[in-house]
């Protein structure tokens, strides 16, 4: 029980001076970096506002921090010859492994929340999304172009084409239009057609307000312009699954939807490499320390980088491209482990 209480306060204290140091001093950068921009007059500096750049940066590091936290940890016991005290105890280095695994998979789920959660929020309060200059939409069904989207449900100088498959085809142009939830629209100053599977023409109308149903969304038609950062997870998760109705779920936003939970959990997949530190008797200087954190976090980055762009751009499977890593590190620490179990027998 001892040697579990104080593996986590080792590993959370490290953790907490790192991250807090990391993303102050980022912070720190910005602001010198935007200083010539600022509005000294009236306003001030408002540098409180940077503080909503915290979040994401934190979840950026994270990973590193852990990895880097990790071999801190390790470094201090062999310094103090604790591993040693351990292995005469009777203590198995494993089971300091595995405290340690699980203070990487707290970590993952605190980066979770805060990146699907705290992320989208400071995203909005930092930036100005409401409005999207131009909305383009076409599906098998729906061909939708609009000049501006005001979200969530507003929409300027349209046009709306409805594809009835075998039967007709509706094609709407409006001055304004706006979604009023359960699949009905209602379209203000505009032009209504309709035309049979021949392309001609069965009705005409000038309207100034026109209310109908169609079985799509406004989150739907601005999914290509929409910035995703600033939906939650469960915002994600319904749009992809509403995407999925219609046909039109692109390979970029099912990667990213992956991404939402493969990055977090790289804080606890990435401390697989330390098992290996394990078996180190000599004394680490803090020096190689930081250098084969950043060597081997930054490779294990690299490769988590590479295989994304692979399944944001089509090349692999969002499965595959984004959890590459992951399966690699998952193969290491079983490779390593029964390379362990035949030395131990012999």
């Known amino acids: 029980m001892l040697k579990v209480k104080y593996t986590i306060l080792s590993f959370f204290k490290t953790f907490i001076i790192i991250s807090v140091s990391i993303v102050s001093l980022f912070i720190f950068i910005r602001i010198i970096d935007d200083l010539h921009s600022l509005e000294l007059v009236d306003k001030g500096l408002r540098l409180w506002k940077y503080l909503f750049d915290a979040p994401e940066l934190f979840i950026e590091m994270s990973p590193i921090v852990t990895f880097l936290s990790g071999m801190f940890f390790i470094s201090e016991m062999l310094k103090y010859g604790e591993l040693k005290v351990f292995e005469i105890s009777g203590i198995n280095h494993r089971k300091i492994f595995y405290i340690l695994c699980v203070c990487g998979l707290l970590v993952s789920g605190f980066t979770f929340y805060v990146r ?39 929409f300027e ?37 309709l035309f049979d599977l021949n392309g001609q023409l069965l009705k005409k109308d000038v309207f100034r307000s026109f209310r109908t149903q169609f079985q799509i969304m406004p989150e739907i038609l601005a999914s290509d312009s929409k910035n995703i950062e600033t ?30 939970t493969a990055y977090p959990l790289l804080n606890f997949f990435l401390l697989f490499l330390l098992l290996p530190f394990f078996s180190i008797s000599k004394k680490l200087a803090r020096v190689f320390v930081l250098s084969i954190s950043m060597v081997l976090a930054f490779v294990s980055y690299g490769i988590y980088a590479f295989s994304f762009g692979l399944a944001t751009s089509g090349r692999v499977p969002p499965v595959v491209g984004v959890w590459t890593l992951h399966f690699s590190l998952i193969v290491f620490l079983l490779i390593f482990l029964v390379k362990i179990e035949k030395k131990e027998k012999i």
Not at 176 to 187: D, H
């Open 116 to 154: 699907n959660y705290t992320v989208p929020v400071c995203m909005i309060k930092k930036g100005k999304f409401k409005e999207v200059k131009t909305i383009n939409f076409s599906s098998p069904e729906y061909l939708v172009y609009s000049e501006k989207f005001i979200s969530p449900d507003f």
């Open 157 to 193: 100088m349209v046009q709306f084409s409805y594809i009835k498959k075998g039967e007709y085809t509706k094609l709407i142009k409006a001055e304004k239009a706006r979604y009023e939830g359960k699949n009905y629209w209602r379209f203000e100053n505009g032009n209504l057609w």
């Open 231 to 260: 939906l939650s997870y469960v915002e994600f998760k319904h749009l992809l699954t509403n995407m999925k109705k219609f046909g039109i779920i692109q390979k970029e936003m099912e990667s990213y939807f992956h991404e939402r």
